[in-house]
C-alpha cells in the first residue's frame, strides 16, 4: 500500500519559514515524480512544484519561485519543501502526491495517483 505521511506544517509569521516533508511508503515505482500541491479555503486546488526522481528535474508555480525549494532525500525516502519568505496568500492545506512517469503531468498540475494527508500552513500578517 502507497502511503504518503506529510509533517511540518505550523503557524507562522509573515517573512518566517517552514520546511515540509513527505515520506513516501510502500512504492515500488522505478520512474516517479512527487509534486506539492496546496489549496486555500474557496479556492482550487494549485500546483506548488514538482520534482522527477529520473533527472532530478524541478518545477515551481511562479508564485513560489525563488522563495520555495523542494528536495528530496532518497535515503530517508523523504521530498521536502522548504517554504521561506512565506506570505499570508500562502496559507492554505498542503498536499504531497506522488505518481508513475508523472512529471510533465504534475508540471500542469494534474493529480498524482496517490495523495497524502494534507498539513496546514498558516501564515499571520
Known amino acids: 500500500e502507497v502511503q504518503l505521511v506529510e509533517s511540518g506544517g505550523g503557524l507562522v509569521q509573515a517573512g518566517g519559514s517552514l520546511r515540509l516533508s513527505c515520506e513516501l511508503r510502500?512504492?515500488?515505482?522505478?520512474?516517479?515524480?512527487v509534486g506539492w500541491f496546496r489549496q486555500a479555503p474557496g479556492k482550487e486546488r494549485e500546483g506548488v512544484s514538482c520534482?522527477?526522481?529520473?533527472?532530478?528535474?524541478?518545477t515551481y508555480a511562479d508564485s513560489v519561485k525563488g522563495r520555495f525549494t523542494i528536495s528530496s532525500d532518497n535515503a530517508k525516502n523523504t521530498v521536502y519543501l522548504q517554504m521561506n519568505s512565506l506570505k499570508p496568500e500562502d496559507t492554505a492545506v498542503y498536499y504531497c502526491?506522488?505518481?508513475?512517469?508523472?512529471?510533465?503531468?504534475?508540471?500542469?498540475?494534474?493529480?498524482?495517483?496517490?495523495w497524502g494527508q494534507g498539513t496546514q500552513v498558516t501564515v499571520s500578517s
Open positions: 502526491g506522488i505518481g508513475p512517469r508523472w512529471y510533465y503531468y504534475c508540471a500542469h498540475g494534474k493529480s498524482p495517483a496517490y
Open positions: 510502500g512504492f515500488t515505482f522505478a520512474d516517479y515524480t
Open positions: 520534482i522527477s526522481n529520473t533527472d532530478g528535474s524541478i
